[in-house]
């Protein structure tokens, strides 16, 4: 059974910190980790990582993926309030042939 | 960019009766559409993989003759809940991904916030 475990499971920090939040998988067939980030409603895409070692950055949000250790992380520098959410990691395995979830990490900024 | 549409965004229906939830994808055929259950402060639970011109296959513990999903034409997938109970109450996610592209990435309906009262 494919599983997909993060951490922490929350996380509360000051405006301007810097966290990394850490996604691990066990699969079979792995094809690419994804990451989003859920506010009110549905998840929104922030990432997807197929390669080790390459990291994929947007703004303050960067992301890298190691396949020998089977993890990912995804660091937000310089944290804003807005960026208080849910963030999800979900692996697509070839075998499943969908998304596995893990249980998300609830980030809270404070100002 | 592949956008998936979810219809309606929040039902309030009486205990007893059926509701039907839309997801549409837009500008893409999606002959594989997923239906999920977030419960609140949980991640999303896998509850269907919608597939187009056949049978819904039901993760381990989904009542298929609770929640009967429909897969009709490449641009629609229906969730029903039948004879809906407070306990199913919940909030309900479509996804699909986009077949053109080499990539994995799933586009997410809105989302439906279902209340049984």
């Known amino acids: 059974e494919d599983k997909v475990v993060q951490s922490p499971l929350s996380l509360v920090v000051h405006e301007g910190d810097t966290v990394t939040l850490n996604c691990s998988y066990e699969v079979t067939n792995f094809r690419s980790l994804l990451w989003y980030k859920q506010e009110k409603k549905a998840p929104t895409f922030l990432f997807m990582l197929t390669s080790s070692g390459i990291e994929k950055k947007s703004g303050r949000l960067s992301s890298i993926l190691d396949k020998k250790e089977l993890f990912s992380i995804l660091n937000i520098t310089a944290t804003q309030t807005g960026d208080s959410a849910v963030y999800l990691c979900a692996v697509f395995s070839g075998s499943a042939r969908q998304l596995t979830f893990g249980s998300g990490t609830q980030l809270t900024v404070l100002p | 960019g592949a956008v998936v549409s979810q219809h309606p965004s929040w039902v309030i229906c009486k205990s007893g009766t059926s509701v039907k939830i839309e997801c549409r994808s837009l500008d893409f055929q999606a002959t594989t559409m997923f239906w999920y259950r977030q419960f609140p402060k949980q991640s999303l639970m896998l509850m269907a993989t919608s597939n187009e011109g056949s049978k819904a296959t039901y993760e381990q513990g989904v009542e298929k003759d609770k929640f009967l999903i429909n897969h009709a034409s490449l641009t629609l997938s229906t969730l029903t809940v039948t004879s809906a109970h407070p306990e199913d109450s919940s909030f309900y996610i479509c996804?699909?991904?986009?077949?053109?592209?080499?990539?994995?990435?799933?586009?997410f309906g809105q989302g439906t916030r279902l209340t049984v009262v």
């Open positions: 996804s699909a991904r986009d077949p053109r592209g080499a990539n994995t990435e799933a586009f």
